[in-house]
């Protein structure tokens, strides 16, 4: 059973100093990595070898079996963290048999609010920035939930980094199809999420530059 590894982030952009800022374009980004069917040990050699010839060279300070982008910028910034994921996720490029992306683009001229409600719940109408920031603790599972929408004749193996989220329309039609497999930190402790983790943080980083 093919394995795809989810995980999700922010995707923001801003003007301003470090002080004032303006957002002026934000969506949730989930990244969904689909890994080559009988290449998952391949996976975890090549993912666990480079590990360690990175944590040399990198001169990580604290040794870890999986490592997610928030753990290396916290210890060696962004300008060695990037670079460490980049290489990583090149080694591992011949066990990933593709990348799946998703985000939400709400045009803030054209929908200033958006319907939320739910079973017993009123319905009530709250600004779109504030709709798209309630969507990033849930990504993950969304973005699990896009990619079965697009591969529902596939049997695949769904890993998914925890979530926090009220019982949804999405979710409940994921695990009518699917049984997925939730990590709490999946990123810290899962090779798979955590590749998928360092490619949201690459995602967000590079379309920066």
């Not at 982030?9 to 801003?14: A, C, K, T």
């Not at 590990?51 to 962004?78: C, G």
């Not at 591969?151 to 997925?180: M, V």
Request: charged share 25%; net charge positive.
């Amino acid at each position: 059973m093919p394995i795809v590894a989810f995980d999700a982030g922010d995707f923001h952009r801003w003007k301003g100093t470090k002080s004032n800022k303006q957002t002026i374009f934000f969506t949730p980004l989930g990244i969904g990595v689909a890994i080559k069917e009988g290449k998952e040990e391949s996976f975890k050699k090549a993912y666990h070898k480079t590990r360690k010839e990175l944590m040399k060279d990198f001169n990580i300070p604290t040794k870890r079996l999986v490592y997610s982008h928030a753990n290396l910028w916290k210890e060696i910034d962004h300008f060695r963290a990037i670079p460490f994921c980049d290489q990583m996720v090149k080694k591992l490029q011949k066990t990933i048999e593709y990348i799946f992306c998703s985000y939400v683009i709400l045009p803030p001229k054209e929908i200033k609010k958006v319907p939320v409600g739910g079973y017993g719940c009123p319905l009530e109408e709250i600004p779109a920035m504030n709709f798209l920031r309630a969507l990033t603790p849930m990504f993950s599972y969304v973005t699990a939930w896009a990619h079965s929408g697009r591969h529902k004749f596939e049997n695949n193996n769904y890993l998914i980094d925890n979530f926090s989220s009220k019982h949804t329309t999405s979710w409940r039609d994921l695990i009518s199809s699917f049984t997925p497999k939730i990590f709490p930190k999946g990123d810290e402790c899962n090779e798979f999420i955590s590749i998928a983790d360092m490619m949201v943080y690459l995602t967000e980083k590079k379309f920066w530059a």
